[in-house]
Nanobody, 115 residues
Framework: QVQLAESGGGLVQPGGSLTLSCAAS????????MGWYRRVPGKQRELVAI???????DYADSVKGRFTFSRDNAKKTVYLQMNTLKPEDTAVYYC?????????WGQGTLVTVSS
């Protein structure tokens, strides 16, 4: 069974930076898809960044050039480095993993960008 635990959310001023972490437990490896989604209250969850089968990473257009996805396979941990944050980046950020037909979500971590 795979479980995901996010950390690193919080309050940051516009233009600031924040790094989210997601530690996976269970049978998940470097070849599995992992990524980050986010949801603003009242809106649908949207993709932020995703590493497809550990091969390449896709980003939402709204975060390209500002956010960087990385993974430490030895630690089974993925990260989302967020720079030049904007108020519209405020959301609950969810870690995501897929192993075959199994999809797993973390509990979410709140990021608030406000002065």
């Amino acid at each position: 069974q795979v479980q995901l635990a996010e950390s690193g959310g919080g309050l940051v001023q516009p233009g600031g930076s924040l790094t989210l972490s997601c530690a996976a437990s269970g049978s998940i490896g470097s070849g599995n898809t992992m990524g980050w989604y986010r949801r603003v209250p009242g809106k649908q969850r949207e993709l932020v960044a995703i590493s497809i089968s550990g091969d390449h990473t896709d980003y939402a257009d709204s975060v390209k050039g500002r956010f960087t996805f990385s993974r430490d396979n030895a630690k089974k941990t993925v990260y989302l480095q967020m720079n030049t944050l904007k108020p519209e980046d405020t959301a609950v950020y969810y870690c995501y993993a897929r192993k075959g037909p199994l999809e797993v979500w973390g509990q979410g971590t709140l990021v608030t960008v406000s002065s």
